[in-house]
């Protein structure tokens, strides 16, 4: 049977027990967005940056040159939660998270969802929407 990406993005969701509220993120935050999406539509404070078509190389514990910040979450055993423009990508990302031995959950609604929560963008010409 042939699959869509809604097809994928469900099963991603279903694997990492669905995503997570804006308000309610507080782990690490993981934006998977591409740098031209952080500069034109801003970017979340605080947020580590590896775009979704770096994070199987990134999140690798054993890359060395792999992101730091990623390898101390998977060590202390803090959730990582994925952000992208609306969600899917955030939720695709999350389950390889998951895959990989994480604690991931993407965040509902992506950016736009993390707009409409109240929660503070930076830059690019979404600022102050």
């Known amino acids: ?5 809604k097809d994928f993005v469900a099963a991603a969701k279903e694997k990492t027990g ?15 967005r591409e740098a031209h999406e952080l500069a034109d539509d801003g970017r979340v404070s605080g947020a580590l940056h590896v775009p979704r078509g770096f994070l199987e190389a990134k999140a690798d514990l054993t ?25 899917a990508r955030a939720s695709l990302a999350a389950a390889t998270l998951t895959e990989m ?10 950016l736009k969802g993390w707009r409409e929560a109240g ?9 102050g929407r």
């Open 1 to 5: 049977m042939t699959k869509t990406m």
């Open 18 to 32: 669905g995503a997570i509220s804006p308000t309610d993120a507080n782990g690490l935050l993981l934006d998977v």
């Open 63 to 87: 890359n060395e040159g792999g992101e730091k910040a990623l390898h101390a979450a998977h060590a202390e055993g803090r959730p990582v939660h994925v952000l992208c423009a609306s969600g």
């Open 101 to 110: 031995g994480y604690t991931a959950r993407s965040i509902e609604g992506g």
């Open 119 to 127: 929660r503070p963008v930076e830059g690019g010409e979404g600022e």
